[in-house]
């Protein structure tokens, strides 16, 4: 079975600054996808950014960007310009390519604090 | 545009009452699925749902049961309901297809306590 494990349970940043948060996986499968969500205080999950693992080029949206390393299984998230905004729990996401009706696996979550 | 709405939003059991949190999602959507988020953890996926009339377990379906009876529509219920089924329930819809990057639309959540 796939896990997503992320080892930051807690995070925080200097407005304007850059933070990074970590994700590793584990699979067997060469082909899927990677997410990332946020779930801000109004509990609503919302999707930041996607990497399909046959892709070498990393995502990008906007101030937000990831550092996919297939090889050693890490998928980690880069907020430029950090904003109050941004402040959320932040999880990471697994999904099979193939089968398996698109079910996400998730990490535990990073809880991101933004420091005016 | 509505997306996926759950209610109801907050919701006390007492030990052992029955209740069904109610899903529907306006974008036509095949899969469904219910996850529920214990305090501080990740989703867990309880079941889904490929399409009107086939649902499926996920990691944690005990004391659930779930029913697909239209595109629209996909409640859960909740049986004899204990204390360690206290958590917020997520319902999410997706488009299917296997090389779809298939983004998961979240309803709101619905936070419900037994006690």
């Known amino acids: 079975a796939q896990t997503v494990t992320q080892s930051q349970p807690e995070m925080s940043v200097q407005e304007a600054e850059t933070v990074t948060l970590s994700c590793t996986y584990d699979?067997?499968?060469?082909?899927?996808?990677l997410f990332w969500y946020k779930q801000p205080p109004s509990r609503q999950m919302i999707l930041v950014i996607r990497?399909?693992?046959?892709?070498?080029q990393n995502a990008t949206e906007n101030r937000f960007s990831v550092n996919f390393q297939k090889a050693a299984k890490s998928f980690s998230l880069k907020i430029s310009d950090s904003q109050l905004g941004d402040a959320a729990m932040y999880f990471c996401?697994?999904?099979?390519?193939?089968?398996?009706?698109?079910?996400?696996?998730f990490g535990q979550g990073t809880r991101l604090t933004i420091n005016p | 545009n509505a997306g996926v709405t759950q209610t109801p939003k907050f919701r006390i059991l007492k030990i052992g009452q029955s209740m069904t949190l109610q899903c529907t999602q306006d974008?036509?959507?095949?899969?469904m699925y219910w996850y529920r988020q214990d305090p501080g953890m990740g989703l867990k996926l309880i079941y889904y749902?490929?399409?009107?009339?086939?649902?499926d377990k996920g990691e944690v379906p005990n004391g659930y049961n779930v029913s697909r009876s239209t595109t629209e529509d996909f409640p859960l219920r909740l049986e004899l309901a204990a204390p360690s089924q206290t958590s917020v329930y997520f319902c999410?819809?997706?488009?299917?297809?296997?090389?779809?990057?298939?983004?998961?639309?979240f309803g709101e959540g619905s936070r419900l306590t037994v006690l």
């Open positions: 699979t067997s499968e060469s082909d899927y996808y």
């Open positions: 990497q399909e693992a046959y892709k070498q």
């Open positions: 996401a697994y999904r099979r390519a193939r089968g398996g009706a698109q079910k996400l696996v």
């Open positions: 974008m036509n959507h095949n899969y």
């Open positions: 999410a819809s997706s488009y299917p297809g296997d090389r779809v990057v298939g983004e998961l639309f």
């Open positions: 749902s490929v399409g009107a009339g086939i649902t």
